[in-house]
Nanobody
């Protein structure tokens, strides 16, 4: 019912910036919360942040708070993750996901997932 495609990943030096995009098809984001997660090798997939269906509320993990910003453009069915002051520990595959809930903060609350995009931060 919902397909998600992440893009914008790549290689960047520590202190640099990247902007990830999550494009949705099948449904608009207006009725769903959208989250960003990341997974490094050998680690559990972890929550990065989320944006509510209205776009007016966001919530971030402490590890990225103040550095990452989530925004959305419902008219374009796209959610963005702006990542600033990147650190080597940010290296991971980044996934976007949507929830049938209007607000969701844990992995189990999300229903649809993208394929992921690799972000690598060098020291």
């Amino acid at each position: 019912q919902v397909q998600l495609v992440e893009s914008g990943g790549g290689l960047v030096q520590a202190g640099g910036s990247l902007r990830l995009s999550c494009a949705a098809s099948g449904r608009t984001f207006s009725s769903y919360a959208t989250g960003w997660f990341r997974q490094a090798p050998g680690k559990e997939r972890e929550f990065v942040g989320t944006i509510g269906w209205s776009g007016g509320s966001t919530y971030y993990a402490d590890s990225v708070k103040g550095r990452f910003t989530i925004s959305r453009d419902n008219a374009k069915n796209t959610v963005f993750l702006q990542m600033n002051n990147l650190k080597p520990e940010d290296t991971a595959v980044y996934y976007c996901a949507t929830s049938q809930r209007r607000w969701a903060t844990i992995l189990a609350e999300y229903d649809y997932w993208g394929q992921g995009t690799q972000v690598t931060v060098s020291s």
